[in-house]
């Protein structure tokens, strides 16, 4: 099979830099040419029960779910493109695992209910933070697992009931401030698109760069660059889905997607080793999201009263209270959180 790629123009694929671009182009026209087609097999909204209700009224009644298709195509891709490990097998087969527990409840007549939803991230959270601790010590020279961060220079070993503590609420977190996103035309899938862009520079020019991570007191990560292939694979489909859903959309991501994608973001900063580049590449969709869930879980649980007169998402706050349009809301959220994934990133790796 080796002395295939040496023959020709076969041997353009033995390049990282090849398989990113393919894999990048191969996902977006696959979700581009392919995704209409499945329209009539999906489930169709059927109105949301937190959200304005002119959002909820122009969501109605179109395709959704589409998470199940573009994921698919990614799982695809990845499979034709990224030199995968063990471990990169396990984030693909999550991430899909993750979208079919939300594809299951958007075509479910009657909604599965949050608790049932918030168990089942939290196994598949649980489940995939062991399995990178697993492979992250087999792998490592002394059997340790290190998380490195900004203003420390060298690494700190973590315990894995530690790892496993930070990694499940990192997942967690992820996957359900993306889907409380999931809102406004466009909104979820630009700033995934973003957080996806930035994970794919940092895997592939730096922590997968001996050189680079070495100047910059960061660990070498030996698969940074299949990682790379794999965010650039995931932003080529979402692309492609970006395509239809721009305002007004044609079609919905659903929980199938939102939860997939949130998943994945969360599985790629646990790649990373340091768990504070969420923030940097995903601090508006936690504001956005969390923010809101934190408000939730004080009242249900502890009856305390936080931010009354706020909206959540807060993405519904700024349109209801402030008049903005949909465009506005995207543009706005956009320039903030390129903003702020310039400037901390900037912070994390220059400040060791």
């Given amino acids: 099979m080796q002395d295939a790629f040496n023959f020709g123009p076969a041997r353009l694929l033995q390049s990282y830099a090849v398989l990113i671009s393919v894999s990048l182009y191969l996902g977006f026209v696959c979700s581009v040419k392919l995704l209409p087609k499945f329209y009539n097999l999906l489930p169709h909204d059927r109105g949301r029960e937190f959200a304005l209700a002119s959002t909820s009224e122009a969501a109605k009644g179109k395709p959704t779910g589409a998470g199940v298709v573009f994921i698919t195509f990614f799982v695809l ?3 034709l493109c ?15 695992l993750t979208m079919l527990s939300g594809f299951l409840d958007d075509r479910s007549v009657t909604s599965w209910g949050e608790y049932l939803k918030g ?3 939290l196994i598949l959270s649980a489940g995939f933070t062991a399995i990178m601790y697993f492979f992250l010590a087999k792998f490592s020279e002394d059997g340790a697992v290190r998380f490195w961060f900004p203003f420390v220079t060298n690494p700190v070993a973590i315990p894995f009931w530690l790892y496993m503590i930070v990694g499940t609420v990192l997942l967690w977190t992820s996957i359900n401030t993306t889907n409380c996103t999931d809102g406004v035309d466009g909104l979820s899938s630009t700033l995934i698109l973003v957080a996806l862009m930035a994970l794919g520079i940092i895997f592939y020019v730096i922590l997968g760069h001996v050189d680079i991570a070495k100047y910059l007191l960061v660990p070498h ?24 859903n721009a305002f007004p959309s044609s079609v919905l991501m659903g929980d199938a997607g939102s939860r997939a994608l949130g998943f994945f973001i969360g599985a790629c900063v646990l790649a990373t080793g340091n768990p504070f580049i969420l923030i940097a590449t995903s601090l508006v969709i936690l504001l956005n999201g969390g923010t809101g869930l934190i408000k939730v879980a004080l009242l ?18 700024v349109r209801k209270n402030l008049g903005w349009s949909p465009t506005q809301v995207l543009l ?21």
């Fill in 332 to 352: 706005k959220f956009l320039i903030v959180q390129l903003l702020v994934t310039i400037f901390t990133l900037g912070i994390f790796f220059k400040i060791r």
């Fill in 300 to 317: 249900r649980f502890f009856k305390i009263k936080i931010f009354s007169n706020v909206r959540f998402p807060l993405h519904d706050h």
């Fill in 119 to 121: 168990a089942l991230d």
């Fill in 77 to 79: 891709v990845c499979l």
């Fill in 221 to 244: 990560l030996k698969t940074g660059a299949a990682w790379g292939i794999m965010t650039f694979a995931m932003a080529g489909t979402l692309m492609g889905y970006l395509w239809h």
């Fill in 82 to 96: 990224v030199p995968m490990s063990g471990l990169e097998l396990a984030a693909v087969a999550f991430t899909w």
